[in-house]
């Protein structure tokens, strides 16, 4: 297995297909640059427009997403890029390094024996690498079944299948909602919603609100979706547990006091097969961090890049935009694509109209950031035998037994007990083991640390051992 | 609508062009494919997107292949994963 670099350089490279990289890429295409476009998947989307990779499975899938005109739109905006050979589909990224002035994209291609890692060269980078569901622990969440909201959700619109037959939809966050409307306009039984906030938590912020009134209207469409299914929605309402044997079989779910506390004697029983969890979402870091470029902690606790008013982050030629500059959902990806593609093409936009609504949806997504806070008493209810990373099958108890050894911090849990030491690189148990942590020993959480991975996507050692030294490509 | 099939520890389980092996296992109704290292404990699609690793099965005797990004395959072989699996390399 060998690496294979292109001579071709880039005016600009954009990393991820989702909302934001496609818009980035269109509009610095249709400025005359010359762009090269990478992802991991098979066909352009990212998670909110997860398309099949064939097209009779998305004829079926269609009539569940939203705002497939505008997605239709953006994909034909980047037909040229594809005929110009900058398209890479199947590339998982996984590191960027520089030469000689420019970027150059690391990425692997293909399986097995057919693996091979691609260097992509650009004079500008626009990384839209999107987030995925944040979780935190509770006790039996280890058991097939569970999964996250974001998962059920690409399982039905990436594959067409609905991820049981009767599922629970649990957590936080506006995008409960679609996902429980998918499910059930696919047939399966959507047992209930749990959504752990209180109705009235949006009434704060209605000034934000009403300069957003499309997206009420989207999520009133889910709402009726729901109630011709007959769905329950429960608010304040959290899932406690899940049990079985070697599968999910039922939940234990409660009422939730305003302090984040289960009210007494509010559990009760519900059976399912699924259970779909989701506690907003996490941006994905790993590429801007290992440039360089400067983060902050947003409103919802998540580590995100600093960028300025045309996405430029704090590295020189490199433009961040989407949910790692802060999770505020497709729309607002889609604006900061725009104006990042225009900033990398060398031609900044001057339209005021979408910076103003960029700031709009910005203030619409720190509105839903504080109106879908993650309760805190879900660390009350880990018990000792409660898995916290699940690679390394880290429980509460193992965790706890660092503490006397000198763990203050995640990274020092790390480092003593392994959790965010095993395949995923603390992805999923970070968050988590950054707020025990915390809440065990009073020193505030670093999210900083839990997001520094040298590697944004794992790789075999000899891809890596298999790719020549920069210098001495360069040379040949 | 064309049928085909990979096998699953020896069984067929049919998938649609455009699917990923988990996705046809859970149309299958098949949950769980993995145990863990230390504790046996059983595992399947967790994330399904490629972050977790839960997912993780032997394709055509490879190891470690993430069923939730997998392409499914005709005439594929695909194995649950017990452990590391690399446990034919015991000694």
Not at chain 1, 305 to 314: A, G, L, N
């Amino acid at each position: 297995m060998g690496t294979s670099r292109s001579d071709r350089v880039h005016d600009v490279v954009v990393v991820g297909a989702g909302p934001a990289g496609l818009a980035a890429a269109g509009r610095a295409a249709a400025l005359g640059a010359d762009v090269a476009l990478v992802d991991g998947a098979a066909v352009p989307g990212g998670q909110y427009w997860r398309q099949p990779a064939d097209d009779a499975l998305a004829g079926s899938v269609a009539s569940l997403h939203h705002g497939l005109a505008r997605y239709r739109r953006l994909v034909e905006r980047v037909r040229g890029i594809e005929a110009a050979g900058g398209w890479f589909p199947r590339h998982q990224v996984w590191t960027v390094t520089r030469e000689e002035g420019t970027f150059v994209v690391l990425a692997i291609t293909g399986t097995g024996a057919e693996e091979r890692e691609v260097g992509i060269r650009g004079r500008r980078l626009v990384l839209a690498p999107g987030a995925y569901d944040r979780q935190v622990p509770f006790p039996g969440w280890d058991l097939p079944g569970v999964m996250t909201a974001g998962g059920v959700q690409a399982l039905l619109k990436g594959h067409a299948v609905t991820a049981g037959r009767r599922v629970v939809v649990a957590g936080t966050g506006p995008f409960l909602l679609p996902v429980a409307a998918g499910l059930a306009e696919s047939g399966a039984t959507v047992a209930g919603v749990h959504e752990a906030a209180s109705p009235l938590a949006w009434g704060r912020h209605i000034g934000a609100v009403v300069r957003n009134v499309a997206k009420l209207g989207e999520g009133a469409g889910y709402v009726r979706t729901l109630a011709r299914h007959r769905v329950p929605v429960r608010t304040r309402s959290v899932v406690v547990a899940a049990h079985g044997e070697q599968v999910l079989e039922r939940l234990t779910v409660a009422r939730l006091a305003a302090d984040g506390s289960v009210l007494p004697g509010s559990r009760t029983t519900v059976a399912a097969d699924v259970l779909a969890v989701g506690w907003g979402f996490t941006p994905q870091l790993e590429l801007p961090m290992a440039l360089g470029c400067a983060t902050r902690v947003d409103v919802d606790g998540s580590l995100v890049c600093t960028v300025d008013d045309q996405q430029r982050s704090s590295v020189e030629g490199v433009f961040v935009a989407g949910e790692a500059c802060g999770i505020g959902g497709a729309d607002l990806a889609v604006v900061e694509g725009e104006i990042a593609g225009a900033a990398a093409a060398g031609t900044p936009l001057t339209d005021r109209r979408l910076l103003r609504r960029r700031l709009a949806l910005r203030r619409f997504a720190a509105a839903m950031h504080a109106a879908h806070p993650v309760p805190t008493g879900w660390i009350d209810r880990l018990t000792e035998d409660t898995v916290v990373c699940r690679c390394e099958e880290v429980t509460v108890g193992r965790l706890r037994s660092a503490l006397p050894l000198g763990a203050d911090d995640a990274r020092s849990a790390k480092l003593l007990a392994r959790p965010g030491m095993g395949w995923c690189q603390g992805r999923v148990c970070g968050y988590a083991v950054s707020c025990v942590m915390s809440a065990w020993t009073g020193v505030p959480p670093s999210p900083v640390s839990i997001a520094a991975r040298s590697v944004a996507s794992p790789l075999r050692l000899g891809t890596v051992a298999a790719t020549e030294d920069p210098s001495s490509a360069a040379e040949s | 609508m064309t049928e085909q099939s990979f096998t699953f520890d020896g069984r067929p389980v049919a998938f649609r062009s455009g699917q990923s092996l988990g996705a046809a296992l859970t149309a299958a109704g098949v949950r769980s494919w993995r145990t863990t290292r230390a504790d046996g404990r059983p595992r399947g699609l967790f994330c399904g997107i490629g972050v977790c690793f839960d997912c993780l099965l032997v394709v055509d005797g490879r190891p470690n292949e993430r069923a939730c990004l997998q392409p499914a395959a005709a005439g594929m072989q695909v194995e649950s994963q017990e452990g590391t699996g690399h446990g034919h390399l015991e000694v």
